[in-house]
T-cell receptor, first 113, second 112 residues
Framework: DTGVSQDPRHKITKRGQNVTFRCDPI?????LYWYRQTLGQGPEFLTY????????KSRLLSDRFSAERPKGSFSTLEIQRTEQGDSAMYLC???????????FGPGTRLTVT | DQQVKQNSPSLSVQEGRISILNCDYT??????FLWYKKYPAEGPTFLIS?????DKNEDGRFTVFLNKSAKHLSLHIVPSQPGDSAVYFC???????????FGGGTRLMVKP
């Protein structure tokens, strides 16, 4: 059990650029979640996958955001035309199908200048 | 509309004493509650959880209490250790996807 990994750990980009983050969940976990955390706040749910199917998206996930989990293993989160308000920590978590407990990766810190 | 609230942004306790972290929620549909610990530059680490059908769950130095009628839960750490210094998040789950709704966190500082 190697835990959830995320890449990159840090990303600095200029406003208007596109960025993509990757998450590798714990291998036997069917569910994969994306959250966003801003300074001084708790993580906020963005979207989740059960295997390769994206089953729910938060209203926080504007049309500039897209997430995929093409083979039910790793996932990517893309932000197009980044804005300064997108600066945050993006967290990925995974869980077993029938479990409540989610296990988080270290996060990707995005800074939009 | 914050459905999960942690009203104390910070808490300072002496090593060896009890730390009590509190959490309130408003949504009656939540059926499972979790506590996570977070160190700087790391993701949240799962600590302990409790189902809504229970009122207490204990794991070593950590105990979570749930008062459903008051929509309140608390995390007790006894005895507190300096390594417990971190931000603690309360989270609640409900619905088909088990998405977590987090509180704003409480920074615990345990002084030697």
């Amino acid at each position: 059990d190697t835990g959830v990994s995320q890449d990159p750990r840090h990303k600095i980009t200029k406003r208007g650029q596109n960025v993509t983050f990757r998450c590798d969940p714990i291998s036997e976990h069917n569910r994969l979640y994306w959250y966003r955390q801003t300074l001084g706040q708790g993580p906020e749910f963005l979207t989740y996958f059960q295997n390769e199917a994206q089953l729910e998206k938060s209203r926080l996930l504007s049309d500039r955001f897209s997430a995929e989990r093409p083979k039910g293993s790793f996932s990517t989160l893309e932000i197009q035309r980044t804005e300064q308000g997108d600066s945050a920590m993006y967290l990925c978590a995974s869980s077993r199908l029938v479990a409540y407990e989610q296990y988080f990766g270290p996060g990707t810190r995005l800074t939009v200048t | 509309d914050q459905q999960v609230k942690q009203n104390s942004p910070s808490l300072s306790v002496q090593e060896g004493r009890i730390s009590i972290l509190n959490c309130d929620y408003t949504n009656s549909m939540f059926d499972y509650f979790l506590w996570y610990k977070k160190y700087p530059a790391e993701g949240p680490t799962f600590l302990i959880s409790i189902s809504s059908i229970k009122d207490k769950n204990e794991d070593g130095r950590f105990t979570v209490f749930l008062n459903k009628s008051a929509k309140h839960l608390s995390l007790h750490i006894v005895p507190s250790q300096p390594g417990d210094s971190a931000v603690y998040f309360c989270a609640a789950s409900g619905g088909a996807g088990n998405m977590l709704t987090f509180g704003g966190g409480t920074r615990l500082m345990v002084k030697p």
